[in-house]
């Protein structure tokens, strides 16, 4: 069983940078394609990006990309968030999510079989 639990939201403003963390705690994340979403208020969960198991590679949405970077330390358990050039549309709860490499598309969050309890970031302008 694989927990997760992200950190480092709070209040930004507009043109600012975040980072967040998402920490593992249980069985290793080896095989596991770790991903981030954020869900704004009255609108359905979204894909932001992620980091596959197999080969590192990032894939982002067409709306973070350029700005936001993702990446993973296996050692440590733990991904991360790098948000650059926020706006206030970013303003959401961000969740991480961690799904074994499958066919499903990963921005499809039935993917992912372990989430977060997500943590707010709040944009500012």
């Known amino acids: 069983q694989v927990s997760l639990a992200e950190s480092g939201g709070g209040q930004v403003q507009a043109g600012g940078s975040v980072r967040l963390s998402c920490e593992a705690s249980g069985r290793t994340l080896r095989f596991y394609d770790m991903g981030w979403f954020r869900q704004a208020p009255g609108k359905d969960r979204e894909f932001v990006g992620v980091i596959m198991w197999s080969d590192r590679t990032p894939v982002y949405a067409d709306s973070v990309k350029g700005r936001f970077s993702i990446s993973r330390d296996d050692s440590k358990k733990t991904m991360y968030l790098e948000m650059g050039s926020l706006e206030p549309e970013d303003t959401a709860v961000y969740y991480c999510?961690?799904?074994?490499?499958?066919?499903?598309?990963?921005?499809?969050?039935?993917?992912?079989?372990?989430w977060g309890r997500g943590t707010q970031v709040t944009v500012s302008s």
């Open positions: 999510a961690a799904g074994l490499q499958s066919t499903i598309p990963v921005r499809s969050l039935r993917k992912y079989s372990h």
